[in-house]
Structures are given as C-alpha cells and as structure tokens.
Nanobody, 120 residues
Framework: QVQLVESGGGLVQPEGSLRLSCAAT????????MGWYRQAPGKQRELVSI???????NYADSVKGRFTISRDNAKNTVYLQMNSLKPEDTAVYYC??????????????WGQGTQVTVSS
C-alpha cells in the first residue's frame, strides 16, 4: 500500500510563513508529478501547485510569488514553502501524488489533509 503523510500545518499570523511536507511511504516503484491542493470552508478543492518528476512547476495565480513547491526524490517527499500568508490562504491543504507500485501503473493518491489557519 501507498500512503501520503503530511505535516507542517498550523496557525500563523498574516505575513507569516509555514512549510508543509508530504512523504510518500509504502511499496513505491515510481512517482510522477506531485502537488498540493486546498479546500476552504464552503468552497471547492482547488489546485495550489504541481511539480513534475523532473522539477517543472506550476502555481495558482493566487499564490505565485509567495509559495514555492519543491521535492526530494530520494526521500519521496514534496514540500510547499508558504510565505507572506494571507487570511484567504486559510484552508485544509491536501498532498497529491501520481504513484506507481508497479511499472507504468500510476494511480492518484491523496494525503489526509493538514489545516492551515492564517489569523491575527
């Protein structure tokens, strides 16, 4: 089985910073792209950022210039560095990964979610 285990959420003041981590564990043959989504109360889940296996990145317009996604392929881990946080960034953040337990058999996996609250 494969699991995505997230950490790093919490309460932070506006303009503060947080770093989220997400480690993939279990029987893993290969990992494709990984990323982060978020869901605020009463809203749909939205893409925050994606990073490919070769390091190409994409960001939602609302976080460009403030958030940075990265990954450590040796540790099967993806990170989200969040700076200049705003109250509207408050949401549950979900890690996402396309992971293969066998050659060419990729499936989507999700983490359990970690709460990020930006408030003074």
């Amino acid at each position: 089985q494969v699991q995505l285990v997230e950490s790093g959420g919490g309460l932070v003041q506006p303009e503060g910073s947080l770093r989220l981590s997400c480690a993939a564990t279990g029987t893993i043959f290969s990992i494709g792209h990984m990323g982060w989504y978020r869901q605020a109360p009463g809203k749909q889940r939205e893409l925050v950022s994606i990073i490919t296996s070769t390091g190409n990145t994409n960001y939602a317009d609302s976080v460009k210039g403030r958030f940075t996604i990265s990954r450590d392929n040796a540790k099967n881990t993806v990170y989200l560095q969040m700076n200049s946080l705003k109250p509207e960034d408050t949401a549950v953040y979900y890690c996402y990964g396309m992971i293969a337990m066998r050659r060419a058999e990729y499936q989507a996996y999700w983490g359990q979610g970690t709460q990020v609250t930006v408030s003074s």
